[in-house]
C-alpha cells in the first residue's frame, strides 16, 4: 500500500486547513470575488438555444465511476435540469458506469421536484447505455442524431471518445460546453466545443453556479493553496539554486520531508 | 474477527447459504432503512460518508508500522499499518454496489427499448438488435461458462473454446464486438483531420503561433523532418537547436510540460477542496439539501 510522505502529509494538512478557514469565513458573511468564468456562464446559454428550438439537451457525465469527478459533474448536472424544467426542456443524460446510473436518475429527479416541476421527469431519459468506452461513444452519437439535441453538455472525465462526441455534437450543429479534469483530452474539447471549462475551473462549477457561500470559501481556499504551493516551490528552487542540490541544508531537508 | 468471517472462503451448499442470508439480511436492512425519518436518514448519510473517509484518510496517512509487531527476523520493513489490511475487503463493498447497479443498468436498457420495439415507433429496429445483442451473447457467455465450469486441463478449455459454442462465442466476441469498437475508434482518424482544420485556420495571432507550434511538433516526430529538412544539421554545435526533434522536445518538455503541471496542480487543489467538501457533507447547499 502506498502512504504518505511526511512533505505530502504536511502539505495536505495545510491545504485542508486553509480551505476549512476560508469555508468558515465565508459562512461568517465575508465577501468573496470569484472572476467571470466564460464557459459557465454559457451554460445558461446553451439551456436557452435549447429552449428556443424546442429541443433536447443532452448531458454527459463522463466515463469515470463514482468518485469526486463525476459527483462534481452529477452537481453540474443538477443545475442544467433545474434550469431546463424551469423552461420545460428535457434532458437526457447517459451514463457509462451502472453505479452512476442511479445516482444520476436521483439528482436529475430531485432538481426537477426542487424546480416544482415532478411531472416533467422522465426515468427514461436517464439511460445507462454500456460500460464500453466506445459503445457507450456510439450510443451518445445515436442519441445526438436520433433526438436532434440542440445543446451538448460534456462534464467529467473523458478518455479517446472525447473527440467523437465533440466532432457528431459540431456535425448536427449543437452550442457545445465542455469541462473535464483530463488535461490529455482538453485540446480535443477546445477544438470541437464552444466552450470549453479548463481543469481546475471544472471543480470551480458548483461554486459559480449556485454561488453558496460554503462552496465560494472552499474555492477560495483552494486558491490560496495553490499560492501557498507555490511559495514552497519558489523556495524550493531558490535555496536548491543558492545553496546547491548537494548541500548539507537540502540533504536534510529532503531526507526528513520524505522527498526525491 | 467479523470482517474475516464475512472474507472468509466457503464452497457448496454453505456459500449457496451464505449468499442467500446476506441477501434477504441486506434486504431487511434496506427496508428498515428505507422506513427512516429523512432526517435520520441524512444523519446516517453523513456518519458513513464521514466514517468511509476517515478510514481512507487514517490509512493512508499514518506512517508504515503503526499498530504493527515488528518485523520478524529475516523480515524486510513493514511496510503496511494496522489498517492496510482491510482495504481490501472495504473495497469489496465498492464491487457490490457496482454489482448490484449493473441489473439497475440492464433493466433501464431493457425498458428504454422495449416501448419503441412493442408498439413500432420509430427506430424500433435498433431496440430489436438490442434484445437479439443482449439475449444471444447472455445465453452463448453462460453456456460458455457453464461448460468451463467442469475444466481442470489445458486441453479441456482447448476444447471448450474450439467447440460450437466456443466458436460461436468467439465469432460474438473477437468477430463483431471487437471490430464494431474498432470502427468507432477508427472514426478518430476522420474527425482529427476535421478537428485539426478548424483549430488551425490563421484567424489570429494565438491560431497561428499555435499552427506554428504544432507544425515544428509534428515533423520532429516524422521522418521527413528528422531525417530530410534538418537531418544534415550535425550534433554537438551551438546551431544544433534548429533540427526540428530538437525544437520538438524542448516544446513538448519545456513550456508544454509548465502549462501540464500548473494545470494538474490546479486539478488536485480542486480535488482536495471538493473530497474535504464531499467528506465533511459541506457539499450539500443548493443542490444535495433540500432532498434529503
Same mark, same amino acid.
Given at each position: 500500500?502506498?502512504?504518505a510522505?511526511?512533505?505530502?502529509?504536511?502539505?495536505?494538512? @495545510?491545504?485542508?486547513?486553509?480551505?476549512?478557514?476560508?469555508?468558515?469565513?465565508?459562512?461568517?458573511?465575508?465577501?468573496l470575488?470569484?472572476?467571470?468564468i466564460?464557459?459557465?456562464?454559457?451554460?445558461d446559454e446553451a439551456?436557452?438555444?435549447a429552449?428556443?428550438?424546442?429541443r433536447?439537451?443532452?448531458?454527459?457525465p463522463?466515463?469515470?465511476? @463514482?468518485?469526486?469527478?463525476?459527483?462534481?459533474?452529477?452537481?453540474?448536472?443538477?443545475?442544467?435540469a433545474?434550469?431546463a424544467?424551469r423552461?420545460?426542456?428535457r434532458?437526457?443524460v447517459p451514463?457509462?458506469?451502472?453505479a452512476?446510473?442511479p445516482?444520476?436518475e436521483?439528482?436529475i429527479?430531485?432538481?426537477?421536484? *426542487?424546480?416544482?416541476r415532478?411531472?416533467l421527469?422522465?426515468p427514461?431519459?436517464?439511460?445507462?447505455l454500456s460500460d464500453?468506452?466506445f459503445?457507450?461513444?456510439?450510443?451518445?452519437?445515436?442519441?445526438m442524431?436520433r433526438?436532434k439535441?440542440?445543446?451538448?453538455?460534456f462534464f467529467?472525465?473523458?478518455? *479517446?471518445?472525447? $473527440?467523437?462526441?465533440?466532432?457528431?455534437?459540431?456535425q448536427?450543429?449543437?452550442?457545445?460546453?465542455?469541462?473535464?479534469?483530463a488535461?490529455?483530452? $482538453?485540446?480535443?474539447?477546445?477544438v470541437?466545443?464552444?466552450?470549453?471549462?479548463?481543469?481546475?475551473?471544472?471543480?470551480?462549477?458548483?461554486?459559480?453556479?449556485s454561488?453558496?457561500?460554503i $462552496?465560494?470559501?472552499s474555492l477560495?481556499g483552494q486558491?490560496?493553496?495553490k499560492?501557498a504551493l507555490a511559495?514552497?516551490?519558489?523556495?524550493g528552487?531558490?535555496?536548491?539554486?543558492?545553496?546547491?542540490?548537494q548541500?548539507?541544508?537540502i540533504?536534510?531537508?529532503?531526507?526528513?520531508?520524505?522527498?526525491? | 474477527?467479523?470482517l474475516?468471517f464475512?472474507?472468509?472462503?466457503?464452497?457448496g451448499?454453505?456459500?449457496f447459504?451464505?449468499?442467500?442470508?446476506?441477501?434477504?439480511?441486506?434486504?431487511?436492512?434496506?427496508?428498515?432503512?428505507?422506513t427512516l425519518?429523512?432526517r435520520?436518514?441524512?444523519?446516517?448519510?453523513v456518519?458513513?460518508?464521514?466514517?468511509?473517509?476517515?478510514?481512507?484518510l487514517?490509512?493512508?496517512m499514518?506512517?508504515?508500522g503503526t499498530?504493527m509487531p515488528?518485523?520478524?527476523?529475516?523480515?524486510g520493513?513493514?511496510?503496511d499499518?494496522?489498517?492496510?489490511?482491510y482495504?481490501?475487503?472495504?473495497?469489496?463493498?465498492?464491487?457490490?454496489?457496482a454489482a448490484?447497479?449493473?441489473g439497475?443498468g440492464?433493466?433501464?436498457?431493457?425498458?428504454?427499448? /422495449?416501448?419503441?420495439?412493442?408498439?413500432?415507433?420509430p427506430?424500433?429496429q435498433?431496440s430489436?438488435?438490442?434484445?437479439?445483442?443482449?439475449i444471444?451473447?447472455?445465453v452463448?457467455?453462460l453456456?460458455?461458462?457453464?461448460?468451463?465450469?467442469?475444466v481442470t486441463?489445458?486441453a479441456?478449455?482447448?476444447?471448450?473454446?474450439?467447440?460450437t459454442?466456443?466458436?460461436?462465442?468467439?465469432?460474438?466476441?473477437d468477430?463483431?464486438?471487437?471490430?464494431?469498437?474498432?470502427?468507432?475508434?477508427a472514426l478518430?482518424?476522420?474527425?482529427?483531420v476535421?478537428a485539426?482544420? &478548424?483549430?488551425? &485556420?490563421?484567424? /489570429?495571432?494565438?491560431?497561428?503561433?499555435?499552427?506554428?507550434?504544432?507544425?515544428?511538433?509534428?515533423?520532429?516526430?516524422v521522418?521527413?523532418g528528422t531525417?530530410?529538412?534538418?537531418?544534415w544539421i550535425?550534433?554537438?554545435?551551438?546551431?544544433?537547436?534548429l533540427?526540428?526533434e530538437?525544437?520538438s522536445?524542448?516544446?513538448?518538455?519545456?513550456?508544454n510540460?509548465?502549462?501540464?503541471?500548473?494545470?494538474i496542480?490546479?486539478?488536485?487543489m480542486?480535488?482536495i477542496a471538493?473530497?474535504?467538501?464531499i467528506?465533511?457533507?459541506?457539499e450539500?447547499? &443548493?443542490?444535495?439539501?433540500?432532498?434529503?
Amino acid at each position: 500500500m502506498q502512504h504518505a510522505s511526511l512533505t505530502i502529509a504536511i502539505l495536505e494538512a @495545510l491545504a485542508a486547513f486553509i480551505i476549512l478557514y476560508k469555508i468558515l469565513s465565508a459562512k461568517r458573511g465575508r465577501e468573496l470575488f470569484i472572476r467571470r468564468i466564460p464557459g459557465l456562464a454559457a451554460i445558461d446559454e446553451a439551456i436557452g438555444r435549447a429552449t428556443e428550438m424546442g429541443r433536447p439537451i443532452l448531458f454527459s457525465p463522463g466515463l469515470a465511476g @463514482l468518485d469526486v469527478t463525476t459527483l462534481q459533474a452529477l452537481s453540474i448536472a443538477a443545475y442544467v435540469a433545474r434550469m431546463a424544467a424551469r423552461y420545460n426542456t428535457r434532458v437526457i443524460v447517459p451514463v457509462m458506469d451502472p453505479a452512476v446510473y442511479p445516482v444520476a436518475e436521483e439528482v436529475i429527479r430531485e432538481a426537477y421536484a *426542487a424546480e416544482g416541476r415532478p411531472e416533467l421527469f422522465n426515468p427514461d431519459d436517464i439511460r445507462f447505455l454500456s460500460d464500453r468506452q466506445f459503445a457507450y461513444a456510439s450510443g451518445v452519437v445515436g442519441i445526438m442524431n436520433r433526438e436532434k439535441v440542440a445543446a451538448n453538455f460534456f462534464f467529467g472525465y473523458f478518455y *479517446a471518445e472525447s $473527440l467523437i462526441l465533440g466532432e457528431a455534437g459540431t456535425q448536427i450543429g449543437a452550442i457545445q460546453v465542455a469541462g473535464t479534469p483530463a488535461t490529455t483530452q $482538453l485540446p480535443f474539447f477546445i477544438v470541437s466545443c464552444d466552450y470549453t471549462i479548463l481543469a481546475e475551473e471544472f471543480y470551480a462549477a458548483t461554486a459559480y453556479l449556485s454561488r453558496e457561500p460554503i $462552496l465560494l470559501g472552499s474555492l477560495v481556499g483552494q486558491d490560496w493553496s495553490k499560492v501557498a504551493l507555490a511559495v514552497f516551490i519558489v523556495v524550493g528552487v531558490l535555496l536548491s539554486t543558492l545553496l546547491g542540490p548537494q548541500s548539507p541544508v537540502i540533504t536534510a531537508l529532503t531526507a526528513q520531508l520524505g522527498g526525491g | 474477527m467479523f470482517l474475516s468471517f464475512l472474507t472468509a472462503p466457503r464452497h457448496g451448499t454453505q456459500l449457496f447459504l451464505f449468499v442467500l442470508g446476506a441477501v434477504l439480511v441486506f434486504a431487511a436492512v434496506m427496508a428498515a432503512l428505507h422506513t427512516l425519518p429523512p432526517r435520520a436518514k441524512r444523519w446516517l448519510i453523513v456518519a458513513c460518508t464521514f466514517v468511509a473517509g476517515l478510514f481512507y484518510l487514517l490509512e493512508f496517512m499514518l506512517p508504515p508500522g503503526t499498530l504493527m509487531p515488528p518485523p520478524g527476523p529475516g523480515e524486510g520493513p513493514v511496510t503496511d499499518n494496522f489498517l492496510s489490511r482491510y482495504v481490501e475487503p472495504v473495497g469489496y463493498v465498492t464491487q457490490i454496489i457496482a454489482a448490484v447497479a449493473i441489473g439497475l443498468g440492464v433493466i433501464n436498457l431493457a425498458r428504454v427499448n /422495449s416501448a419503441p420495439l412493442l408498439r413500432f415507433r420509430p427506430g424500433w429496429q435498433n431496440s430489436l438488435a438490442f434484445f437479439t445483442g443482449l439475449i444471444v451473447m447472455l445465453v452463448v457467455g453462460l453456456w460458455r461458462w457453464k461448460l468451463l465450469l467442469n475444466v481442470t486441463t489445458v486441453a479441456q478449455e482447448k476444447a471448450v473454446n474450439e467447440s460450437t459454442i466456443g466458436s460461436l462465442y468467439r465469432f460474438l466476441f473477437d468477430g463483431l464486438y471487437s471490430n464494431l469498437g474498432g470502427t468507432v475508434f477508427a472514426l478518430l482518424a476522420f474527425y482529427i483531420v476535421s478537428a485539426s482544420y &478548424r483549430a488551425f &485556420r490563421l484567424r /489570429s495571432a494565438e491560431a497561428t503561433l499555435m499552427m506554428i507550434t504544432a507544425f515544428i511538433v509534428m515533423l520532429g516526430n516524422v521522418p521527413v523532418g528528422t531525417a530530410y529538412l534538418t537531418g544534415w544539421i550535425p550534433d554537438g554545435h551551438w546551431y544544433s537547436f534548429l533540427k526540428v526533434e530538437h525544437m520538438s522536445d524542448w516544446i513538448m518538455n519545456t513550456p508544454n510540460m509548465a502549462a501540464q503541471r500548473a494545470l494538474i496542480f490546479g486539478i488536485m487543489m480542486g480535488v482536495i477542496a471538493v473530497s474535504l467538501r464531499i467528506w465533511l457533507s459541506l457539499e450539500r447547499g &443548493r443542490f444535495f439539501e433540500q432532498e434529503l
